[in-house]
T-cell receptor
Framework: ETGVTQTPRHLVMGMTNKKSLKCEQHLGHNAMYWYKQSAKKPLELMFVYNFKEQTENNSVPSRFSPECPNSSHLFLHLHTLQPEDSALYLC?????????????FGPGTRLTVT | AQSVTQLGSHVSVSEGALVLLRCNYS??????LFWYVQYPNQGLQLLLKYTSAATLVKGINGFEAEFKKSETSFHLTKPSAHMSDAAEYFCAGGADGLTFGKGTHLIIQP
């Protein structure tokens, strides 16, 4: 595997379900990110991890819970979601959490909440 | 706060014509600027980046962008559009946190 991978690619879940999104980067990077991409809205940064430590949480509801066990893996745990949470969730990584470094994106998980 | 504005949510050009996608930024400090492309059902792919080394930046797939401080712009161009260029393009900038523009959907007409 190369680059940034995300699983699953598609997920349909009910509002009472609990599921997790997984992201893995094979680039030797130290920073990882979760973004939400909704139709007709800019890319929204959700969480930033730098050297496994969460450095940013952009006022994301607690029904989204990130986990970064090491610099290569990032999870997004989901529970009691709302239909408006349906979106494409993108994971990215970079050399460090600095604007100087470009971010490399995974293919995304298309989430549908029913 | 840093902001990035992309003018035009949709741009349509004929195959072989010049592509021009506009991006303006607002920042009190010199920014780092990026252009990304997103094909359907895929993540974002870096096209090019500006980090103050040179004002004209060349990227992949024949794209380039010029940083103009006086105009606070970082427009993306390609001399001759190809059908495979049809995609969503995002400008992003950071000086104190990376911000993405809303994106421009590029349509290529045969």
């Amino acid at each position: 595997e190369t680059g940034v991978t995300q699983t699953p690619r598609h997920l349909v879940m009910g509002m009472t379900n609990k599921k997790s999104l997984k992201c893995e980067q094979h680039l030797g990077h130290n920073a990882m990110y979760w973004y939400k991409q909704s139709a007709k809205k800019p890319l929204e940064l959700m969480f930033v991890y730098n050297f496994k430590e969460q450095t940013e949480n952009n006022s994301v509801p607690s029904r989204f819970s990130p986990e970064c066990p090491n610099s290569s893996h990032l999870f997004l745990h989901l529970h009691t979601l709302q239909p408006e949470d349906s979106a494409l969730y993108l994971c990215a990584s970079s050399q460090a959490a600095s604007d100087l470094y470009e971010q490399y994106f995974g293919p995304g998980t298309r989430l549908t909440v029913t | 706060a840093q902001s990035v504005t992309q003018l035009g949510s949709h741009v349509s050009v004929s195959e072989g014509a010049l592509v021009l996608l506009r991006c303006n930024y607002s920042s009190s400090v010199p920014p780092y600027l990026f252009w990304y492309v997103q094909y359907p059902n895929q993540g974002l792919q870096l096209l090019l980046k500006y980090t103050s080394a040179a004002t004209l930046v060349k990227g992949i797939n024949g794209f380039e962008a010029e940083f103009k401080k006086s105009e606070t712009s970082f427009h993306l161009t390609k001399p001759s559009a190809h059908m495979s260029d049809a995609a969503e393009y995002f400008c992003a900038g950071g000086a104190d946190g990376l911000t993405f523009g809303k994106g421009t959907h590029l349509i290529i007409q045969p």
